[in-house]
């Protein structure tokens, strides 16, 4: 069994700091890895990723950035 690494209260800060919706740089910058690892995580289906409007930027889920940390030990 795996749980996640941030705690409901780090989950809700977070969401209050970033917002429902992240894009690419700031996902990657609450990880601490790149926007290219990011990309290739969405390509793979592991990380959803939306279009809001009609614009071009894609965004991704706060929550799900976050669901991708896990802790192990």
């Known amino acids: 069994m795996t749980t996640s690494a941030f705690t409901p209260q780090d989950r809700s800060a977070a969401l209050q700091q970033h917002g429902k919706f992240v894009g690419y740089p700031q996902a990657a910058e609450l990880l601490g ?4 690892t990011l990309k290739r995580l969405t390509a793979n289906g592991q990380l959803p990723c939306y279009r809001i409007g009609r614009t071009r930027t894609l965004r991704v889920k706060t929550a799900d950035v976050l669901a991708l940390v896990e802790r192990v030990a």
């Open 33 to 36: 890895c790149s926007v290219r």
